[in-house]
């Protein structure tokens, strides 16, 4: 009888498990499909890449595709900021809101579930992007119309091809460069 119960619930842990291994499959695909699959900024060079942009206490942060949350996370407790992430993938944006709240940083720190091209950036002073040329591309006259003159965009991975945004700095670094720009 013990043999049985124990087989069942076994089973039934394992169906759980494949359960929630098929939606979390499931959802990166879903954000591959919109346009960047998820991969993650290493934790390691998040510090580097957030102290070459000086930011200030009380500015307002914006991540474009924000994954885990990492680098608003950081962003809010080390500098600060009031950070906004935005993501298409609803577990993320769970995971995110979830981090966030355990780290007690969530009055500053916020994670919505939208589409990046659903948003408008006017009030940010920081946006920080890791995500694939083909959606920076479509993203670009977007950030050239709604941001302040004064925002530092932050690129990592890839660089931005446009007249109109000027390279201020380069944080090299293996294996993705980290590109600073302003309107
Ligand atoms: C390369 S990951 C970067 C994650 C995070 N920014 C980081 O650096 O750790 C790109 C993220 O963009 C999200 N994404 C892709 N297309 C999107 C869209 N159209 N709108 C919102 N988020 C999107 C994906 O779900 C994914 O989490």
């Not at 930011?55 to 950081?74: A, H, I, M, P, T």
């Not at 979830?98 to 006017?122: E, G, M, P, T, V």
Request: with cysteine; proline share 3%.
């Amino acid at each position: 009888m013990i043999f049985i119960i124990a087989y069942l619930g076994l089973i039934f842990f394992l169906l759980i498990f494949l359960f929630f291994m098929s939606l979390y499959t499931a959802f990166l695909i879903y954000s591959s499909f919109k346009g960047s699959p998820y991969v993650a900024t290493r934790k390691k060079v998040i510090k580097e890449i957030l102290e070459m942009a000086n930011l200030k206490k009380g500015k307002v942060f914006y991540e474009l595709g924000s994954g885990d949350g990492r680098v608003n996370r950081l962003a809010v407790k080390n500098w600060q900021v009031k950070a906004v992430g935005v993501d298409i993938n609803p577990l993320l944006v769970f995971w995110s809101n979830f981090l966030a709240k355990l780290q007690k940083l969530d009055k500053n720190c916020q994670f919505i579930r939208k589409n990046i091209f659903d948003i408008n950036y006017s009030k940010a002073d920081y946006l920080y992007i890791f995500l694939m040329p083909d959606l920076i591309k479509k993203l670009t006259p977007k950030l050239k119309k709604e941001l302040k003159k004064t925002c530092l965009i932050i690129s990592h991975g890839f660089k931005i091809e446009d007249k109109g945004i000027k390279l201020i700095k380069v944080k090299e670094g293996k294996p993705f460069n980290t590109y600073y720009y302003r309107i």
